[in-house]
């Protein structure tokens, strides 16, 4: 049995693709129609690790992701960026005016809205994942329905491409984590890269204060996202990026949040993969 990798969706999405990218051939794909189903395959053991996507160029942040992510005590161990392509694929023989309905991650949908301006006869409808529409077309011989879906999909499904690279925004890039019950140890030289989780008081200035000193450590902050402490209303917790060219930098950075924050978490230390 080889590395087992949990993926969000199933063969021929996005996470499979960047599974295939980041660790190469010889993978044991865990599928799963959902992120909570996802965390969960990596908490019992099934999975060894999972691919989650955090962020899109376009759409943002993946905000319940952060919060899945620290609720669980999970370890983010690498990062990967892919760039997206929305394809409209049917059955063999079909053709666009004979589409009724178009099936897809409502995030599919949204980013390529412009292009189904020009067919109102179409309805879009939101589906689990992308490639699970394709699988399905193809298993029940819909010829009615398209998917929108990554090349991969395509080839997987034997569905025909009727219209390739349908994005409204072509430089569109999706930043997805590879997360682990555990923390993986790099060589302290190869890490370049970590994410943070904090909470601050409610005295004035407190979160510039934090902020100051990663400045002051030399760190670049590359991504910060609040979300609210459910316990206690109107409380926020920060999540963080960082980026530093020593782990000496680092070092010393922590060592004073640990003190200045009400809550500091290390939720991963890895490689940028941005370099």
Not at 36 to 57: F, H, P, T, Y
Not at 62 to 83: D, K, M, T, V, W
Not at 228 to 233: D, F, K, L, S
Request: contains cysteine; aromatic residues 8%.
């Amino acid at each position: 049995m080889g590395l087992r990798i949990a993926i969000q969706g199933i063969k021929g999405s996005n996470h499979h693709q960047v599974a295939k990218e980041y660790f190469g051939k010889g993978v044991d794909l865990v599928e799963c129609l959902s992120f909570d189903a996802m965390v969960d395959q990596l908490l019992q053991g099934v999975a060894d690790k999972g691919i989650m996507a955090i962020e899109n160029s376009i759409a943002g942040s993946i905000i319940p992701n952060y919060a899945l992510i620290s609720r669980n005590n999970l370890h983010i161990i690498g990062e990967h960026y892919l760039q997206i392509h929305h394809n409209l694929m049917v059955s063999n023989g079909q053709q666009i005016q004979d589409i009724k309905e178009v099936h897809s991650h409502p995030m599919a949908l949204l980013q390529c809205k412009d292009f189904f301006k020009d067919y109102p006869h179409i309805k879009l409808v939101e589906d689990v994942d992308t490639a699970e529409t394709a699988r399905r077309i193809q298993e029940q011989g819909l010829n009615d329905i398209a998917a929108i879906a990554p090349q991969m999909a395509a080839d997987l499904y034997d569905l025909r491409i009727i219209a390739p690279e349908i994005q409204t925004i072509k430089n569109n890039a999706t930043r997805f984590i590879i997360i682990k019950t555990r923390n993986k140890a790099l060589p302290e030289k190869e890490i370049n890269k970590a994410s943070l989780r904090f909470i601050t008081d409610h005295k004035r200035g407190s979160l510039a204060a934090v902020l100051n000193v990663m400045s002051d450590c030399n760190l670049n902050l590359t991504k910060i996202q609040s979300l609210p402490v459910i316990e206690t209303p109107w409380k926020y917790s920060f999540f963080v990026d960082v980026t530093f060219e020593t782990y000496e930098r680092f070092r010393k950075a922590k060592a004073l949040l640990e003190i200045m924050a009400e809550e500091f978490k290390i939720l991963g230390e890895y490689k940028n993969a941005r370099l």
